[in-house]
């Protein structure tokens, strides 16, 4: 393997044609497939805007749950179980009217989620729950 030259010497020139080849395959391969990550779902949705309004309290069907369980059907007082009728006559007398549900901070997640089950089987069509805004 004796090609004439003397083993110790430098190769002072390097070809770089095919490194330029291979870097250019790979941006050609990234621009193409670039576009194809972009879409997260072939599922088009349309979200809603959101904005917060005051509701007319005295239009509203308001059920509060204070943080010892107490709860109230419009500023009246009830025991827990007679909460399930007076809402149901109440939502039946007034088919169109929000329930606002009103609940202490402390409450469990439970607990306003089975009012909101609550207000659903009594035939609300309308369902908010209370909060105060952030300033």
Avoid at 61 to 83: C, F, H, R, V, Y
Avoid at 105 to 115: G, P
Avoid at 124 to 135: G, S
Wanted: proline share 7%.
């Amino acid at each position: 393997m004796d090609s004439g030259k003397p083993s110790g010497d430098i190769i002072s020139n390097l070809n770089l044609a095919p490194l330029v080849d291979i870097a250019l395959v790979l941006v050609i391969i990234f621009m193409v497939t670039a576009p194809l990550l972009d879409v997260p779902s072939n599922l088009e949705v349309d979200l809603p805007k959101a904005a917060t309004i005051e509701a007319k309290s005295q239009d509203n069907i308001t059920i509060s749950l204070g943080a010892g369980g107490e709860t109230a059907l419009n500023d009246k007082m009830l025991a827990p179980p007679q909460l399930a009728p007076a809402l149901k006559k109440m939502v039946t007398d007034h088919p169109g009217r929000l329930v606002v549900i009103r609940a202490d901070k402390n409450v469990s997640h439970r607990q306003i989620l089975d009012l909101l089950g609550l207000a659903k089987k009594s035939g609300a069509q309308r369902i908010a729950i209370a909060t105060v805004q952030r300033r």
